[in-house]
């Protein structure tokens, strides 16, 4: 066989085998399709830009940060919501916690727990806040719809296979209390929120399907 010619087939031959590879790298991805993605840039912490530099320092006694949520909390045990404490900020006229997880199989974060109004002198959450739109303790404090379509705290309940997902637990202290119905979505929330933000911080807790 001519030089020529054997050069010609083993230039073809390197192609094709480069393609192989190619098409196996485009591939393997397909198995992680089912695993969480996680998006923090579309939380409600980064549509919401605080008047100050200041941050609120958001923790559980229950959980450390990025620590796995107990079952307890999940909507597989107790469904309770976690205890939680902050550090208090000045001027603060009332504070607002919307719970998200971005990892859940949907083009927006799920929304796990909204609740506004609570007073500026209030420091902590104890824990299993009830379940109802309008709170006596904290006074005055409103908790909207999660999107379970159920008032107040509905907590980790990933799919089956799903992997870990990341629940954050974002703080918001307000200029004053929000004049909104306990039907109000995250949506009408975040749009009363805009302007009126003090300060803000967070508290990521993990669980995964037991």
């Excluded at 009332?94 to 506004?116: G, S």
């Excluded at 954050?168 to 109000?184: E, K, R, S, V």
């Amino acid at each position: 066989m001519p030089k020529r010619a054997v050069v010609v087939l083993l230039l073809a031959a390197l192609a094709a085998s480069a393609c192989g590879r190619a098409e196996t790298s485009k591939e393997t991805p397909v198995a992680d399709q089912h695993k969480p993605q996680h998006s923090p840039e579309a939380l409600t912490l980064g549509r919401i830009q605080p008047r100050t530099g200041a941050g609120i320092e958001l923790s559980s006694e229950a959980f450390p940060d990025e620590g796995v949520i107990d079952l307890r909390h999940s909507a597989y045990g107790d469904n309770l919501s976690p205890p939680l404490r902050w550090t208090p900020v000045e001027g603060a006229g009332a504070y607002a916690i919307v719970l998200e997880d971005p990892d859940a199989p949907m083009e927006k974060p799920f929304v796990h727990w909204m609740i506004w109004n609570i007073p500026g002198d209030v420091t902590s959450l104890p824990e299993g806040v009830p379940n109802n739109a309008q709170l006596v303790s904290p006074q005055g404090a409103v908790q909207g719809k999660n999107n379970n379509d159920s008032s107040g705290y509905f907590g980790p309940r990933p799919p089956q296979g799903h992997g870990v997902h990341h629940y954050h637990f974002q703080i918001f202290a307000l200029d004053g209390p929000l004049t909104l119905h306990a039907d109000a979505d995250l949506r009408v929330l975040t749009n009363a929120m805009q302007g009126r933000v003090i300060a803000d911080g967070e508290l990521v807790g993990t669980y995964e399907e037991p």
